[in-house]
Nanobody, 114 residues
Framework: QVQLVESGGGLVQAGGSLRLSCVAS????????MGWYRQALGKQREWVAY???????NYADFIKGRFTISRDNAKNTVYLQMNNLKPEDTAVYYCNQRFSPATWGRGAQVTVSS
């Protein structure tokens, strides 16, 4: 049972790029707005980006054009392309539904060194 499985995290230098992927169970993904969230050590989880079933996107202000969310409805997968990464982007990144979050997955650790 898939539920939510994030991948693609890693260690990268400031200014570098990573692409996160999240495979979701069909009942979670199909027809629902999906989002990426992140939680830094000692901080609350915060939203990063949302994408509607039709591809309309919203981004948190701190993204400032650096990240791009996308989805492949045939693969029940949502992506987060992260460019120009900064040390303050270091966090565990999660995906989930936007409006009715399911049980959270393990997330993908992103560490950005200065």
């Amino acid at each position: 049972q898939v539920q939510l499985v994030e991948s693609g995290g890693g260690l990268v230098q400031a200014g570098g790029s990573l692409r996160l992927s999240c495979v979701a169970s069909r009942n979670i993904f199909s027809g629902n707005s999906m989002g990426w969230y992140r939680q830094a050590l000692g901080k609350q989880r915060e939203w990063v980006a949302y994408i509607s079933p039709g591809g309309i996107t919203n981004y948190a202000d701190f993204i400032k054009g650096r990240f791009t969310i996308s989805r492949d409805n045939a693969k029940n997968t949502v992506y987060l392309q992260m460019n120009n990464l900064k040390p303050e982007d270091t966090a565990v990144y999660y995906c989930n539904q936007r409006f009715s979050p399911a049980t959270w997955g393990r997330g993908a650790q992103v560490t950005v060194s200065s």
